[in-house]
């Protein structure tokens, strides 16, 4: 069995526009703080952000016809880097053969290792996956040692907390609207927003908050110490990954809350040096920005070994990310990223085959490889030519 074609390729979904019975979701309107917030033209979840920039898909096609498909981020960016780059890496090579591939595709990285270049390799490595169960007629979570749990548990993410609450979820996430160049007034918002979540999703549920890189370790312990009367559960990505001091001098300080980060850390390397430094209490990769499947895996085996626990993020909206989750014994819960209208099926923005959660729990599909189900007349190659140059409000 032989890789014969690798390729970008883009779906035609089609648009699911939200009933008459529901109101815009959270995520077209909240105020969301991340690094370049410091312009104040920035701060909103709009599309005005530099950095949201859509997926591509990609499709490795085994001699036989038979396909499996993964998806990255940074889609305009990272196709280029599969199809002229990797693609001719490996094509004609085993399709099992997973490690090799991932080591030729980091070896060759040399001078541009992380980013994007990371990113490609993830939907490189989701495709492999999926195609490696298709072939062996199992699905993925099985092809890495079977179910660790009866279900993955769910922790949602976003500001609709009433109707998170109605949709069963006990676990929960909030945006963060401050950016520590805001000084005390902002602080003084934060705390008002953080304690209108607590009351309304009550004391014994889980609360964390997602700062977005926005802090430095000075303002991240003031937050810390100022949010400590309502009881996070952790306080999530508040420093930018490279700051790898300030993560240590924040765990050393911040002893009632966990401290959580790693989606903006782009490969295992990354991740061992914040491990071996007892940085971090809970490691969050992106399987869609930080090498794959392959590369989350060896995370969780490094976070694993010192204790620390394997929480991906975005993991439940993803096939991918549900089939980790269910198979990893230290990965208590997935993310589920609220991404629709208030009173929306949850389901509208799942690629086809992807279970939608239930009373916050989701199981993932038992078809071969990631069980996605998307149809044929979806698939089309991905277009270069009519990709558009992004464009800001200043």
């Keep these: 069995m032989k890789i014969k074609h690798v390729r970008c390729i883009q779906l035609n979904t089609p648009v699911v526009k939200p009933g008459p019975n529901t109101r815009p979701g959270w995520n077209s309107y909240a105020i969301r703080s991340r690094p370049i917030a410091r312009f104040s033209n920035y701060t909103r979840v709009d599309g005005n952000q530099p950095g949201t920039i859509g997926k591509v898909w990609v499709q490795i096609t ?4 038979t396909y499996g498909l ?8 990272a196709a280029p880097l ?32 992380g980013g994007i270049a990371t990113a490609a390799q993830s939907g490189v490595d989701l495709a492999l ?12 979570y099985e092809l890495i040692g079977g179910p660790s749990h009866k279900s993955v548990d769910l922790y949602a993410t976003g500001d609709d907390l009433e109707w998170m609450r109605e949709l069963g979820f006990k676990r929960f996430k909030i945006s963060n609207p401050f950016f520590y160049e805001q000084g005390s007034e902002g602080l003084a918002q934060l705390e008002e927003h953080v304690a209108h979540a607590r009351d309304v999703v009550g004391n014994d549920a889980e609360l964390m908050i997602n700062p977005v890189m926005s802090f430095n370790a000075d303002m991240a312990l003031r937050v810390a110490e100022r949010l400590r009367p309502y009881k996070l559960r952790w306080l999530e990505e508040p420093l930018p990954p490279w700051d790898l001091e300030g993560h240590k001098e ?16 782009y490969g295992r390397k990354s991740f061992q040096q914040l491990i071996a430094a007892r940085a971090v209490d809970i490691v ?3 399987i869609e920005w930080t090498g794959g499947f392959s590369e989350t895996l060896k995370i969780y085996t490094y976070a694993e070994a010192a204790g620390i626990e394997t929480i991906t993020h975005m993991g439940g909206n993803t096939a991918w990310g549900q089939h980790f989750a269910y198979a990893m014994p230290e990965s208590s819960q997935a993310e589920w990223f609220m991404d629709t209208d208030v009173g929306q099926p949850v389901a509208d ?16 599909s038992d078809a071969p490889g990631f069980g996605l189900e998307i149809p044929e007349d979806w698939i089309v190659p991905w277009d270069y030519a009519g990709q558009k140059r992004a464009v800001y409000t200043t």
Aim: glycine residues 8%.
């Design 349 to 364: 923005k799942l690629m086809p085959g992807v279970p939608a959660m239930k009373d916050g729990r989701v199981t993932p």
């Design 82 to 113: 599969i199809d002229y780059f990797i693609a001719p890496m490996i094509e004609g090579r085993d399709p099992f053969a997973i490690e090799l591939l991932n080591d030729l595709i980091w070896r060759s990285h040399e001078t541009f290792q």
């Design 62 to 65: 085994a001699d036989d016809g």
């Design 284 to 286: 969050q990769p992106d």
């Design 250 to 265: 924040l765990k050393r300080s911040m002893t009632w809350t966990a401290l959580a980060t790693g989606e903006h850390h």
């Design 129 to 140: 996956w999926d195609l490696k169960g298709k072939l062996l007629e199992r699905p993925v």
């Design 70 to 77: 993964g998806s990255c981020a940074l889609g305009p960016m």
